[in-house]
């Protein structure tokens, strides 16, 4: 059984930064499309953001646009979401996700990807 392990999690300040890690061992992880999700307390999880299997396309909720990117490292197996710009509306457990890259479906459905971290918790503080 594949599970992502999420790590980069913490307690910034709004106006900071973090960076997330998705570890994905003993994934053929080139071979799938990665997606980053979070759920608020009391709030439903939503999606944040996607990269394709090759990292050369990439999605964004608008409410993260220009102040997230997404990443990833095949060799390393690990992907990546870099976080500026924090709001305390960005206070969240932030899950990684991973969907086989022939899966078809909007990058922000849920339910079409595979595998799940078990997520870490950011907290902004204003």
């Known amino acids: 059984q594949v599970q992502l392990v999420e790590s980069g999690g913490g307690l910034v300040q709004a106006g900071g930064s973090l960076r997330l890690s998705c570890a994905a061992p003993?994934?053929?992880?080139?071979?799938?499309?990665m997606g980053w999700f979070r759920q608020a307390p009391g709030k439903e999880r939503e999606f944040v953001a996607h990269?394709?299997?090759?990292?050369?396309?990439?999605s964004y909720a608008d409410s993260v646009k220009g102040r997230f990117a997404v990443s990833r490292d095949n060799a390393k197996n690990t992907g990546y979401l870099q976080m500026n710009s924090l709001k305390p509306e960005d206070t969240a457990v932030y899950y990684c996700?991973?969907?086989?890259?022939?899966?078809?479906?909007?990058?922000?459905?849920?339910?079409?990807?595979?595998?799940w971290g078990q997520g870490t918790q950011v907290t902004v503080s204003s």
């Open positions: 996700a991973a969907r086989w890259y022939a899966r078809v479906g909007p990058a922000t459905t849920q339910d079409r990807y595979n595998y």
């Open positions: 990269i394709n299997r090759s990292g050369g396309s990439t």
């Open positions: 003993g994934l053929t992880f080139s071979g799938y499309d």
